[in-house]
């Protein structure tokens, strides 16, 4: 079974920084697009940053030059560095991907559990 499993949430004070970490796991043969969303209370699910296989990335307007999003293709793995948070900023955060099962040779998208990023001023 193919899982996504997210660590590095936490609290932390405005202009502060926190690194996300999301690891896919289980039986797979290829990951293809990853991202980041998060959803504040009271709100709809938003993107916050995507990255290609390649290293292409694409970031929300109001995390540009904040927040960096990178993948490690050897590990599975894909990060979000935030720097300089806000308290807007505070939200539960999904990572996602796009990834090619074993079982089912498509594509499949998986999401994380969530981790919960508390900005205080």
């Known amino acids: 079974q193919v899982q996504l499993v997210e660590s590095g949430g936490g609290l932390v004070q405005a202009g502060g920084s926190l690194r996300l970490s999301c690891a896919a796991s289980?039986?797979?043969?290829?990951?293809?697009?990853m991202g980041w969303y998060r959803q504040a209370p009271g709100k709809q699910r938003e993107l916050v940053a995507t990255?290609?296989?390649?290293?292409?990335?694409n970031y929300e307007y109001s995390v540009k030059g904040r927040f960096t999003i990178s993948r490690d293709n050897a590990k599975n793995t894909q990060y979000l560095q935030m720097d300089s948070l806000k308290p807007e900023d505070t939200a539960v955060y999904y990572c996602?991907?796009?990834?090619?099962?074993?079982?089912?040779?498509?594509?499949?998208?998986?999401w994380g559990q969530g981790t919960q990023v508390t900005v205080f001023s």
């Open positions: 996602n991907a796009g990834i090619l099962t074993m079982a089912t040779q498509t594509f499949m998208d998986y």
């Open positions: 990255i290609s296989r390649g290293g292409s990335t």
């Open positions: 289980g039986r797979f043969t290829s990951i293809a697009a």
